[in-house]
């Protein structure tokens, strides 16, 4: 496999029937959801037997469009690092772009993940690199198949111009993989029709790793508030306006018996609007802004300070968050937007409502806070399944087909 990238790393030979895979996107120490998935993704495909590279990023995106730190502090990994990882791409030198893709020519996959616009300039010349470079295999040794995981097809944030690199990106591969069927319908929206377009849920990536079962099942049990105790509810991630953590803060206004946990980066505007309604004199002792980032092993131990995990998102693509609360033993309090319809039993594990709809967040709140009604939530909680999950994942990415051979 001399056409990979040079690691210091040592993969283990592929099973019988096992691909060369180069996984390209943001691993650790890079902070996000996005990250720690792309990390645990080359660990499924190399548990399955297939010989595995993950390439990644040394600089990842300029200062200016990324306000925070871009990296954990202190390097501290939210999931076991993958050994065989390599960082040749920078975004700010474009001979990274075309020497990486040029090394990967002789793998037989290569799935590159898409996340935001800014990215797709470099992507779209590592891609080019390939097919030029895939000209001088061997005879008859097929190019490799590129295949996007496309975690938000359209963006979260609109940008000018954003929506058409994305289209232009998704273009350019031999299938998309998306996480819902909602992101299903956007791809074709727009004039993916050409391409396969595989719908497989977001696989799970638990920050500071899953509860063992007695554990749980202590959290699914413990003694719920006692007369006058408020309840305890918890926001945790970057603080941005998609989100709608301050709908969830208007609401507690109007919930005395309420408090509320904004626990993440605060970012720009919308870390500006918590602030400010922090301070509210009718939020007055209610609201704890934890900013800063919430490394994934203290993660479990927030979630035991609290009652409740709440998702008041005003759009959202797919997220493993909901998965995240039932693992803890937590109820949901979820808007009905991307796969939080799915993923919340409404009445059952959780308590769904419409999006930016502040009074139905009341609402809930208070059918929260009546006598029994957590316990009962508690008492419909799912069982986790982390590998069956995997398995499909893996299955979907390696079993993308170019629609040119399928004739």
């Known amino acids: 496999m001399t056409s990979f990238l040079v690691s210091s790393g040592q993969r283990p030979a592929p099973t019988p029937g096992g691909l060369r895979i180069a996984v390209v996107g943001p691993s650790h120490p890079f902070k996000g959801g996005v990250a720690a998935h792309t990390t645990q993704t080359a660990h499924a495909l ?4 297939h010989d595995v590279q993950l390439v990644s990023w040394s ?6 469009l990324y306000p925070g730190e871009q990296a954990v502090p202190d390097g501290g990994p939210d999931l076991p690092p993958y050994p065989n990882t390599v960082r040749p791409l920078r975004w700010d030198r474009p001979n990274t772009w075309w020497s990486t893709g040029k090394a990967l020519r002789e793998v037989d996959l290569v799935i590159v993940v898409v996340v935001v616009p800014i990215q797709v300039p470099s992507l779209l010349t590592l891609i080019r690199s390939i097919r030029m470079s895939s000209r001088g295999r061997k005879i008859g040794s097929p190019k490799p198949r590129i295949v996007a ?21 998704l273009r350019s591969v031999d ?25 497989v849920p977001l696989a799970p990536h638990l920050p500071g790793g899953l509860p063992d079962p007695a554990g749980r099942h202590l959290a699914a049990t413990r003694p719920i508030r006692e007369e006058g105790d408020p309840l305890r509810v918890l926001t945790l ?13 208007e609401a507690a206004k109007g919930v005395p018996e309420v408090t509320v946990t904004v626990a993440g980066e605060q970012w720009g505007q919308a870390g500006e609007r918590v602030r400010e309604l922090a301070a509210d004199p009718a939020l007055a002792g209610r609201v704890n802004v934890r900013a800063g980032y919430i490394a994934g092993i203290d993660i479990p131990a927030l979630l035991a300070e609290h009652d409740v995990l709440a998702l008041p998102y005003r759009h959202a693509t797919a997220s493993q968050n909901v998965l995240l ?9 979820a808007t009905s937007v ?19 709809d502040v009074p139905a967040l009341v609402t809930a709140l208070k059918r929260l806070t009546a006598t029994g009604e957590l316990m009962r939530l508690r008492a419909g ?11 499909r994942y893996v299955d979907a990415l390696t079993g993308v087909t170019p629609v040119e051979s399928r004739r």
């Open 237 to 249: 991630g970057m603080v941005r306006e998609y989100k709608g953590y301050d709908l969830l803060l």
């Open 325 to 333: 609360g039932h693992a803890h033993g937590l109820p949901v309090l």
């Open 59 to 64: 600089r990842l995106y300029p200062h200016a």
């Open 46 to 49: 190399a548990a399955a037997g």
């Open 175 to 199: 299938g998309i993989v998306v996480h819902s069927a909602e992101q299903a319908r956007l791809a074709h929206e727009l004039g993916l029709d050409r391409r396969p377009v595989v719908t």
């Open 149 to 169: 995981i496309a975690h938000n097809v359209v963006p979260h944030e609109t940008h000018p111009g954003g929506e058409m690199l994305i289209r232009q990106m």
């Open 338 to 356: 991307g796969t939080f319809g799915d993923d919340v039993k409404d009445g059952v594990d959780g308590l769904l409502v419409p999006p930016a």
């Open 381 to 391: 909680l799912p069982d986790i399944d982390l590998a069956g999950p995997w398995a």
